[in-house]
């Protein structure tokens, strides 16, 4: 069953401006993993972490996470139009290894 | 990096007919490949986690009956949607765990999707 939130489930922000996305989960997790999809396409592997990390960057992106909330937030600075797509959190279960996708949030970035 | 593909990328068939999809792993191993369906504006569900050689375990609610999978190389998982109904339109997707390193990364395909008519 699906574990993951996502809120806000739409954003919209003018282009230059931060975007911050919130997952939270209910079980025990290896890690934390944020997609981005582009309507009707694939997956994009944007950034992963570890239960036992706290902050991740990378490029515009910086990923918290807070295991004793069972939570992670994704921000991304000064947004472009191109980051306009859907964001989803993933965990991966420490009893199963299985991935268990949140509700995602779609992001609209207006030039 | 690795690289997962899928074929067909589309399909349109009719109400009854049965449609196989293939899952690559392109330039790595893969002992376990994972298939997601995801319903227009929704996330992606598990529907089963297939490992070469064996059968495959489907998550709840998914029939196994009707969603054949078979894992018969380290680079090749098929889904078969048998007698494709109208409700079975989705965009399926799948991945691959890469046999060597670290586990932590599925490997994602760019999909296919399903219109059945």
């Known amino acids: 069953s699906q574990q993951g939130e996502e809120d806000p489930q739409a954003l919209s922000i003018q282009e230059g401006e931060n975007a911050t996305m919130n997952c939270s989960y209910k079980?025990?997790?290896?890690?934390l993993q944020w997609y981005r999809q582009n309507s009707g396409r694939g997956l994009v592997h944007l950034i992963l972490?570890?239960?036992?990390?706290r902050e991740k960057h990378s490029g515009r992106l910086r990923v918290t996470l807070d295991t004793s909330k069972k939570s992670s937030s994704l921000l991304i600075t000064a947004s472009r139009a191109a980051d306009t797509a859907s964001y989803f959190c993933?965990?991966?279960?420490?009893?199963?290894?299985?991935?268990?996708f949140g509700q995602g949030t779609t992001l609209q970035v207006k030039p | 990096g690795a690289v997962v593909s899928q074929h067909p990328s589309w399909v349109i068939c009719k109400s009854g007919t049965s449609v196989k999809i293939e899952c690559r792993s392109l330039?790595?191993?893969?002992?376990?490949m994972f298939w997601y369906r995801q319903f227009p504006k929704q996330s992606l569900m598990l529907m089963a986690t297939?490992?070469?050689?064996?059968?495959?375990?489907?998550e709840q609610g998914v029939e196994k009956d009707k969603f054949l999978i078979n894992h018969a190389s380290l680079t090749l998982s098929t889904l078969t949607v048998t007698s494709a109904h109208p409700e079975d339109s989705s965009f399926y997707i799948c991945?691959?765990?890469?046999?060597?390193?670290?586990?932590?990364?599925?490997?994602f395909g760019p999909g296919t999707r399903l219109t059945v008519l």
């Open positions: 991945s691959a765990e890469a046999l060597a390193g670290g586990r932590d990364t599925q490997y």
């Open positions: 079980t025990s997790i290896n890690n």
């Open positions: 972490i570890r239960s036992n990390e």
């Open positions: 993933a965990t991966e279960a420490s009893n199963t290894g299985k991935l268990i």
């Open positions: 330039d790595f191993q893969a002992t376990t």
């Open positions: 297939s490992n070469e050689g064996s059968k495959a375990t489907y």
